[in-house]
């Protein structure tokens, strides 16, 4: 099989992974069986999808780029065996990657990190479609993924993820790793959809919500960034001091507010 040999591009995100030890310890960390229905997010050259179709009997990917998919389709001895979907994942429906089994998928990749953010949110809301998992992003974000209550890197994007995943750091991985290097560290990522929500939210999306506008500024007290969605009463009645910071509060504290405020429809 011939080498794809256009340039990378930037718009893409395109950073082609050609460390054998990083591709080998993030295909360990999954721990394949065939029967497993995989979905690679953009496969680029091949870095994690050939390794994958040295294991999985069928292949699902996804991606946007017109030369990487011609390329891909050019290789007559995947037939069958790779499906592609010429698709941008931000637009992409989970469901339609099932079977008539409804078999849970995995999801793998090493993301364009200009829009893994979307790109999780986007997954998330479709969760329950999903078995786990697996992604390389920038260090930052994945450290904002793992972060617990009370250090810098506690937001948002933490409380959501850890809403509806199991999370764990897999490893770091440096700039050298890719073709072309990034201009920052990497990291590895498992995430792991909870089978039952550890704390639930009666109404999701006021809970996503409230915990944007918790964290909308920072510094300023949840009595301030909550005001008119939560009363002096129901902080008490959480036994929340309503002067602590976004930062300060768990996941099921978020919970807990969410469900006792009224939702707005
Ligand atoms: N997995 C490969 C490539 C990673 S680079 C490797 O590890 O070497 C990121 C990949 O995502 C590229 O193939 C890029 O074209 C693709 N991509 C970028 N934006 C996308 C989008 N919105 N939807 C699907 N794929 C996308």
């Given at each position: 099989m011939e080498a794809y040999a256009q340039r990378t591009k930037k718009r893409f995100g395109q950073h082609f992974l050609h460390d054998r030890g990083v591709i080998t310890r993030m295909l360990d960390s999954l721990?394949?069986?065939?029967t497993d229905r995989v979905v690679e997010i953009g496969p680029g050259s091949g870095a994690l999808t050939l390794p994958l179709l040295q294991i999985l009997p069928e292949l699902h990917v996804v991606e946007i780029d017109r030369d990487v998919i011609a390329w891909w389709r050019s290789q007559t001895t995947l037939a069958g065996r790779l499906h592609i979907h010429a698709y941008d994942a931000l637009k992409l429906?989970?469901?339609?990657?099932?079977?008539?089994?409804?078999q849970a998928l995995r999801i793998v990749g090493n993301l364009p990190y200009n829009i893994s953010t979307p790109i999780l949110f986007h997954l998330l809301s479709q969760?329950?479609?999903?078995r786990d998992m697996l992604f390389m992003l920038q260090k930052e974000v994945v450290d904002r993924i793992i972060a617990e209550p009370d250090?810098?890197?506690?937001g948002r994007l933490s409380v959501m993820i850890q809403y509806y995943c199991d999370t764990n750091h897999v490893m770091d991985v440096g700039?050298?790793?890719?073709?072309?290097?990034?201009?920052v560290d990497s990291a590895v990522v498992y995430l792991r959809p909870w089978q039952k929500l550890p704390h639930a939210a009666d109404h999701p999306e006021h809970f996503a919500q409230l915990v944007a506008k918790a964290f909308s500024q920072r510094r300023k007290t949840l009595r301030n960034t909550l005001k008119g969605m939560i009363q002096e009463t129901q902080f008490k009645q959480l036994g929340i001091?309503?002067?602590?910071?976004?930062?300060?509060?768990s996941v099921a504290d978020f919970v807990n507010l969410a469900n006792l405020s009224p939702t707005s429809n």
């Open positions: 721990a394949l069986q065939k429906d989970l469901s339609t990657l099932q079977d008539e089994t409804h969760a329950e479609t999903i250090t810098k890197d506690y700039p050298g790793a890719f073709n072309p290097p990034p201009k001091d309503p002067s602590r910071r976004a930062e300060t509060l």
